[in-house]
């Protein structure tokens, strides 16, 4: 660990999840898909649905390294008027209701720049955020966002991905906090999914070189895998097939059926139930 | 901003050019990124890389290209003494075909097996489906559907090269979607994969690489000039999409402080309605395809559309190299709207024989608004990167005539 004080509900999620003698799910939605409103109903009911960790999507107009269901994501959100003061807003919402649940920020960095660093950081925290995940800052840029969101108190979650060699891995550990979370495939969100003994292998590998728990995501979409992965790692992502859903669930003219927040709600208790089984 | 002994020590090791530039990218292409730098960090050291490119810049682009005066279009303008430097005539047609041999060699070198790159106008993608084919490497060429639209001849070109071209339909399917859509790719295939970028940004070493392969035109330039006049040109101008081509013949001369620089944007409606690209005049700093550059995007950090109706200028950032050079001053960045670039278009095509790209004929709207009222003895060298035979769909379109 880095030693940086931080909010800490991370930390104490995993160690819960540890002392449970279980895996957790992370689930993954872009903030404000379909629309604020429904959005914030189904941020709220994730909890008592079974997610552990919440990964929330910060919309962006470019996302290079999703695939086609969280691009579509992002632009129903942005279509929708999602910008960064709501997705704080919904994060505020959601801490006046849930001390708890630890929630990661996830996207890319123009629309945090645009913000402004310093301000983004000093928002974040005080809206209730724990960590951040931004796909295109390696820590070749770490001067950039992550050291000051370490000093700032909020974690700094890195991505390792199956090209990330031994050699490497200690330079992407190095100010990474919160948790590692493993790109199982070498893609895009969404579209392949890995194999089983394959991400054992990444995960033991992994643990030679850190103490911090491992979340392992891209392609996972079945209950099964969930568990699965969770079984060696400590939690599953699960993001383009629960934002698939939402899709399946609009109309023509974008609008969500009156049944979607229940329809998202049950889904995640289906994800999480081999977890809890 | 630190005064400078000299523009041309950049990028730093981190490939930082002042504040712009850097590696922006997913961890899946990080490893691959910096084993892009080292090959291509060997390769120029390597004296046989620089003699097999320039072997091949010779005998199959046709290089040098020729510093050409216009002799009409000076008496024409009534001023400034005009000098083409004619990319155009470079196989493949663009200035394009210096970069992608440059860059295949250095993916030849790398044992990649495997092509991809992004077009806007198709320019790069043909000078890349061109030396897939020379080399026998399977190509896949990302293009958005509205160029693929207006590119049509192009689209077929690199079909006939036997390249596989993509078309891209997410955001709003022009050059911005399509380089999204090579990174997705590119980080599915990392391990047989090479992406060859076709503008001077993206992620370090791309900015510098591109950069050095094109600066062949600079460095011919300079030497076709002193040949012709016995000094050097008071006044470059070139067009400015991505900016390579503009970079490759400033760069030479960047520390010869009595030759000024122009790099014309694509003014698209004019830069008041919106509808524009550029980027240096109407954007501001932000991070886009994995380097730090002025891009046109909204308060929220959001990338906005460009227009114009050059497909090859029509993208919302522009190389690192330039947002630096426009805050350092060493190069000034004007604009040219559709309609002034078509006035060129035309005018270039009757009085000189040339019928040039839409995109350098915003560089001739420019060197248009000025050379009239510049002395007889001052210099000008635009850069001819591209030849209009693609375009002439779209400008019979703009002109109202069908063919």
Same mark, same amino acid.
């Given at each position: 660990?880095?030693?940086?004080?931080?909010?800490?509900?991370?930390?104490?999620?995993?160690?819960?999840?540890?002392?449970?003698?279980?895996?957790?799910?992370?689930?993954?939605?872009?903030?404000?898909?379909?629309?604020?409103?429904?959005?914030?109903?189904?941020?709220?009911?994730?909890? +008592? =649905? %079974?997610?552990?960790? &919440?990964? @929330?999507?910060? !919309?962006?107009? #470019?996302?290079?390294?999703?695939?086609?269901?969280? /691009?579509?994501?992002?632009?129903?959100?942005?279509?929708?008027?999602?910008?960064?003061?709501?997705?704080?807003?919904?994060?505020?919402?959601?801490?006046?209701?849930?001390?708890?649940?630890?929630?990661?920020?996830?996207?890319?960095?123009?629309?945090?720049?645009?913000?402004?660093?310093?301000?983004?950081?000093?928002?974040?925290?005080?809206?209730?955020?724990?960590?951040?995940?931004?796909?295109?800052?390696?820590?070749?840029?770490?001067?950039?966002?992550?050291?000051?969101?370490? +000093? =700032? %108190?909020?974690?700094? &979650?890195? @991505?390792?991905? !199956?090209?990330? #060699?031994?050699?490497?891995?200690?330079?992407?550990? /190095?100010?990474?906090?919160?948790?590692?979370?493993?790109?199982?495939?070498?893609?895009?969100?969404?579209?392949?999914?890995?194999?089983?003994?394959?991400?054992?292998?990444?995960?033991?590998?992994?643990?030679?070189?850190?103490?911090?728990?491992?979340?392992?995501?891209?392609?996972?979409?079945?209950?099964?895998?969930?568990?699965?992965?969770?079984?060696?790692?400590?939690?599953?992502?699960?993001?383009?097939?629960?934002?698939?859903?939402?899709?399946?669930?609009?109309?023509?003219?974008?609008?969500?059926?009156?049944?979607?927040?229940?329809?998202?709600?049950?889904?995640?208790?289906?994800?999480?139930?081999?977890?809890?089984? | 901003?630190?005064?400078?002994?000299?523009?041309?020590?950049?990028?730093?090791?981190?490939?930082?050019?002042?504040?712009?530039?850097?590696?922006?990218?997913?961890?899946?292409?990080?490893?691959?990124?910096?084993?892009?730098?080292?090959?291509?960090?060997?390769?120029?050291?390597?004296?046989?890389?620089?003699?097999?490119?320039?072997?091949?810049?010779?005998?199959?682009?046709?290089?040098?290209?020729?510093?050409?005066?216009?002799?009409?279009?000076?008496?024409?303008?009534?001023?400034?003494?005009?000098?083409?430097?004619?990319?155009?005539?470079?196989?493949?047609?663009?200035?394009?075909?210096?970069?992608?041999?440059?860059?295949?060699?250095?993916?030849?070198?790398?044992?990649?097996?495997?092509?991809?790159?992004?077009?806007?106008?198709?320019?790069?993608?043909?000078?890349?489906?061109?030396?897939?084919?020379?080399?026998?490497?399977?190509?896949?060429?990302?293009?958005?559907?509205?160029?693929?639209?207006?590119?049509?001849?192009?689209?077929?070109?690199?079909?006939?090269?036997?390249?596989?071209?993509?078309?891209?339909?997410?955001?709003?399917?022009?050059?911005?979607?399509?380089?999204?859509?090579?990174?997705?790719?590119?980080?599915?295939?990392?391990?047989?994969?090479?992406?060859?970028?076709?503008?001077?940004?993206?992620?370090?070493?791309?900015?510098?690489?591109?950069?050095?392969?094109?600066?062949?035109?600079?460095?011919?330039?300079?030497?076709?000039?002193?040949?012709?006049?016995?000094?050097?040109?008071?006044?470059?101008?070139?067009?400015?999409?991505?900016?390579?081509?503009?970079?490759?013949?400033?760069?030479?001369?960047?520390?010869?402080?009595?030759?000024?620089?122009?790099?014309?944007?694509?003014?698209?409606?004019?830069?008041?309605?919106?509808?524009?690209?550029?980027?240096?005049?109407?954007?501001?700093?932000?991070?886009?395809?994995?380097?730090?550059?002025?891009?046109?995007?909204?308060?929220?950090?959001?990338?906005?559309?460009?227009?114009?109706?050059?497909?090859?200028?029509?993208?919302?950032?522009?190389?690192?190299?330039?947002?630096?050079?426009?805050?350092?001053?060493?190069?000034?960045?004007?604009?040219?709207?559709?309609?002034?670039?078509?006035?060129?278009?035309?005018?270039?095509?009757?009085?000189?024989?040339?019928?040039?790209?839409?995109?350098?004929?915003?560089?001739?709207?420019?060197?248009?608004?000025?050379?009239?009222?510049?002395?007889?003895?001052?210099?000008?060298?635009?850069?001819?990167?591209?030849?209009?035979?693609?375009?002439?769909?779209?400008?019979?379109?703009?002109?109202?005539?069908?063919?």
């Amino acid at each position: 660990m880095t030693g940086v004080a931080d909010s800490g509900r991370i930390a104490k999620r995993f160690a819960a999840l540890k002392a449970a003698g279980r895996g957790g799910l992370v689930t993954f939605l872009t903030a404000g898909d379909p629309d604020h409103e429904t959005f914030e109903k189904i941020l709220l009911g994730l909890p +008592e =649905a %079974g997610a552990d960790l &919440i990964e @929330l999507g910060m !919309p962006f107009s #470019d996302p290079m390294a999703d695939g086609p269901a969280i /691009q579509a994501s992002s632009l129903r959100a942005l279509n929708a008027g999602a910008d960064m003061g709501r997705t704080l807003a919904l994060v505020r919402s959601f801490r006046a209701q849930d001390e708890e649940t630890p929630i990661v920020l996830m996207g890319y960095y123009n629309p945090i720049y645009s913000y402004g660093v310093e301000k983004f950081l000093t928002d974040a925290r005080s809206a209730g955020v724990d960590g951040l995940i931004v796909v295109d800052l390696p820590p070749e840029e770490d001067g950039e966002l992550c050291v000051p969101a370490l +000093e =700032a %108190g909020l974690n700094f &979650i890195r @991505l390792a991905t !199956p090209t990330t #060699d031994d050699e490497r891995l200690p330079t992407v550990l /190095q100010n990474t906090s919160g948790f590692v979370y493993y790109v199982s495939v070498l893609g895009i969100t969404g579209t392949k999914s890995a194999a089983e003994a394959e991400v054992k292998q990444a995960v033991e590998r992994l643990r030679r070189h850190t103490d911090l728990p491992i979340a392992v995501g891209f392609g996972i979409k079945t209950a099964e895998t969930v568990a699965e992965i969770a079984s060696t790692a400590d939690a599953s992502v699960v993001g383009s097939a629960i934002v698939q859903r939402i899709a399946d669930d609009l109309d023509k003219n974008g609008r969500p059926s009156a049944g979607l927040v229940d329809a998202i709600h049950n889904m995640v208790r289906e994800l999480s139930n081999g977890l809890r089984a | 901003m630190e005064q400078a002994n000299t523009f041309r020590s950049g990028p730093n090791e981190a490939g930082h050019f002042g504040m712009f530039g850097g590696r922006f990218v997913a961890e899946t292409l990080m490893p691959l990124i910096l084993a892009v730098e080292q090959a291509y960090d060997a390769a120029c050291k390597d004296p046989s890389f620089q003699a097999e490119l320039d072997d091949y810049l010779k005998n199959y682009a046709g290089r040098p290209s020729p510093l050409y005066f216009a002799r009409r279009l000076t008496e024409h303008f009534g001023g400034a003494k005009i000098y083409f430097k004619r990319d155009e005539l470079n196989h493949t047609g663009s200035h394009k075909i210096n970069n992608t041999m440059g860059q295949i060699l250095l993916a030849r070198r790398m044992n990649k097996t495997r092509i991809i790159a992004e077009t806007g106008a198709g320019q790069h993608g043909v000078a890349t489906a061109t030396v897939c084919a020379l080399f026998d490497l399977p190509c896949v060429v990302y293009m958005g559907a509205t160029d693929i639209e207006r590119q049509q001849p192009n689209v077929f070109r690199m079909r006939l090269l036997g390249a596989e071209v993509v078309p891209v339909t997410s955001g709003t399917g022009t050059l911005k979607d399509a380089m999204n859509e090579a990174l997705r790719d590119w980080v599915a295939n990392v391990e047989s994969t090479f992406y060859i970028i076709g503008t001077a940004a993206g992620p370090h070493p791309y900015p510098a690489m591109v950069r050095n392969f094109q600066s062949v035109i600079g460095n011919e330039t300079r030497e076709q000039m002193l040949e012709a006049e016995g000094r050097l040109p008071d006044s470059l101008v070139a067009c400015i999409g991505g900016g390579s081509n503009a970079i490759g013949l400033f760069h030479p001369f960047l520390d010869d402080p009595t030759v000024q620089m122009y790099g014309v944007e694509a003014a698209g409606h004019g830069i008041e309605t919106g509808e524009h690209a550029a980027s240096l005049t109407g954007g501001r700093p932000g991070v886009l395809h994995g380097n730090r550059t002025y891009l046109l995007q909204n308060d929220d950090g959001q990338i906005i559309d460009a227009h114009s109706i050059s497909a090859g200028l029509d993208y919302p950032g522009i190389g690192p190299e330039h947002s630096w050079l426009h805050e350092s001053g060493r190069v000034n960045y004007v604009s040219a709207t559709d309609a002034e670039a078509l006035e060129a278009f035309q005018l270039c095509s009757r009085m000189e024989g040339i019928i040039p790209a839409l995109e350098p004929s915003h560089a001739l709207a420019y060197v248009s608004k000025v050379a009239g009222d510049l002395p007889k003895d001052h210099l000008i060298c635009m850069n001819m990167c591209g030849r209009g035979d693609k375009d002439i769909f779209t400008v019979a379109e703009a002109l109202g005539t069908k063919i």
